[in-house]
Protein backbone atom coordinates (compact mmCIF):
# COMPACT_ATOMS: atom_id res chain seq x y z
CA UNK A 1 0.00 0.00 0.00
CA UNK A 2 0.89 3.14 -0.79
CA UNK A 3 0.00 6.38 0.89
CA UNK A 4 1.35 10.37 0.36
CA UNK A 5 1.07 12.50 3.08
CA UNK A 6 1.95 16.40 2.66
CA UNK A 7 3.10 18.39 5.77
CA UNK A 8 4.66 21.37 6.50
CA UNK A 9 6.90 21.45 9.20
CA UNK A 10 8.21 24.80 11.46
CA UNK A 11 11.18 26.40 10.52
CA UNK A 12 14.21 24.33 12.13
CA UNK A 13 12.44 21.26 12.64
CA UNK A 14 14.13 17.90 10.82
CA UNK A 15 12.40 15.86 8.87
CA UNK A 16 11.62 12.61 9.67
CA UNK A 17 13.39 9.57 7.91
CA UNK A 18 11.50 7.35 5.82
CA UNK A 19 13.11 4.65 8.68
CA UNK A 20 11.61 6.96 11.11
CA UNK A 21 7.93 6.91 9.06
CA UNK A 22 8.39 3.13 9.19
CA UNK A 23 9.16 2.47 12.77
CA UNK A 24 6.32 4.92 13.84
CA UNK A 25 4.05 2.96 11.46
CA UNK A 26 5.45 -0.56 12.73
CA UNK A 27 3.22 -2.66 14.90
CA UNK A 28 6.98 -4.60 16.45
CA UNK A 29 7.48 -0.76 18.09
CA UNK A 30 5.88 1.21 20.64
CA UNK A 31 6.36 4.93 21.44
CA UNK A 32 5.14 7.03 23.89
CA UNK A 33 4.76 10.95 23.38
CA UNK A 34 4.98 13.54 26.09
CA UNK A 35 4.17 17.19 25.07
CA UNK A 36 5.28 20.65 26.94
CA UNK A 37 1.55 20.77 27.58
CA UNK A 38 2.09 17.87 29.92
CA UNK A 39 4.92 20.30 32.12
CA UNK A 40 2.20 22.44 33.21
CA UNK A 41 1.10 22.70 36.62
CA UNK A 42 3.99 22.07 38.49
CA UNK A 43 4.74 25.39 39.25
CA UNK A 44 2.70 28.22 40.44
CA UNK A 45 3.90 30.08 37.63
CA UNK A 46 4.11 29.39 34.10
CA UNK A 47 7.42 28.44 31.80
CA UNK A 48 8.18 29.97 28.47
CA UNK A 49 7.61 27.55 25.48
CA UNK A 50 11.32 27.21 25.10
CA UNK A 51 11.57 26.63 29.06
CA UNK A 52 9.27 23.50 28.19
CA UNK A 53 11.35 22.65 25.36
CA UNK A 54 14.31 22.10 27.74
CA UNK A 55 12.47 20.07 30.13
CA UNK A 56 11.37 17.41 27.53
CA UNK A 57 15.30 17.65 25.57
CA UNK A 58 16.50 17.08 29.48
CA UNK A 59 13.90 14.39 30.19
CA UNK A 60 14.78 12.41 26.36
CA UNK A 61 18.28 12.92 27.45
CA UNK A 62 18.75 11.67 31.44
CA UNK A 63 15.74 10.13 32.22
CA UNK A 64 16.44 6.92 33.89
CA UNK A 65 15.56 3.76 31.64
CA UNK A 66 15.13 1.34 34.01
CA UNK A 67 12.43 3.72 35.81
CA UNK A 68 11.21 5.34 32.10
CA UNK A 69 9.49 8.51 31.98
CA UNK A 70 7.04 9.41 34.63
CA UNK A 71 4.91 12.38 36.69
CA UNK A 72 8.09 12.77 39.17
CA UNK A 73 10.94 12.61 35.69
CA UNK A 74 9.42 16.02 34.61
CA UNK A 75 8.38 17.38 37.64
CA UNK A 76 12.19 16.95 38.45
CA UNK A 77 13.25 18.65 35.04
CA UNK A 78 10.51 21.33 35.83
CA UNK A 79 11.86 22.21 38.73
CA UNK A 80 15.54 22.10 37.86
CA UNK A 81 14.60 24.79 34.49
CA UNK A 82 12.82 27.14 36.80
CA UNK A 83 15.19 27.24 39.43
CA UNK A 84 18.00 28.48 36.89
CA UNK A 85 15.59 30.76 35.52
CA UNK A 86 15.05 32.40 39.00
CA UNK A 87 19.41 32.40 39.60
CA UNK A 88 19.19 34.76 35.99
CA UNK A 89 19.24 38.42 37.42
CA UNK A 90 17.36 40.27 34.99
CA UNK A 91 18.17 43.96 34.57
Not at 19 to 27: A, G, Q, S
Not at 35 to 49: K, P
Not at 50 to 66: A, F
Not at 79 to 88: L, N, T, Y
Request: charged share 30%.
Amino acid sequence: MKVMIEIDFPDGQKIPTSEDILRLTNPDYISVWWHINDCEGFLDYELTDDEYREVLRRVKHYHDCNEGITWLTIEHYVDAVASEREKVCLI
